[in-house]
């Protein structure tokens, strides 16, 4: 489970960065739990390929996050803002809580 959240990740990161059938397959396969069978039919290639597609492609995927590292810096941003929705609820001035939690919530929809 954690490597395919992994790759949804990475997908969701660089997903751009692939082919349109690259991109495609690896939805298929991660976003829908599409098997290589429900995949490689209705495209006329086989189970093998499909498989070989997608290696190539993970491979493609964490070559970028080695790279470029967007994956895990937005993780960490998550779990920072995770930690100050903790702490806002131990403000005891509600205004100044609620100003906090409305920042926090703006933050967070721009990752």
Same mark, same amino acid.
């Given at each position: ?8 990740? =990475? $997908?969701?990161? !660089?997903?751009?960065? %692939?082919?349109?059938?690259? @991109? ?7 976003? *829908? ?26 491979? =493609? $995927?964490?070559? !970028?996050?080695?790279? %470029?590292?967007?994956?895990? @810096? ?7 803002? *995770? ?26 929809? =721009? $990752?």
């Amino acid at each position: 489970m954690a490597k395919e959240l992994k790759f949804v990740m =990475l $997908l969701d990161c !660089y997903g751009d960065l %692939l082919t349109e059938h690259q @991109r495609s397959v690896m939805e298929m396969y991660y976003c *829908e739990d599409l098997s290589l069978a429900e995949i490689g039919s209705p495209m006329g290639i086989t189970r093998q390929a499909v498989l070989s597609l997608i290696k190539r492609t993970e491979g =493609l $995927l964490l070559n !970028y996050e080695e790279k %470029l590292g967007f994956a895990r @810096r937005l993780a960490k941003m998550r779990e920072c803002f *995770e930690e100050l929705e903790k702490l806002t609820a131990m403000v005891p001035d509600e205004k100044l809580r609620t100003k906090l939690a409305e920042q926090i919530n703006t933050a967070t929809e =721009l $990752l």
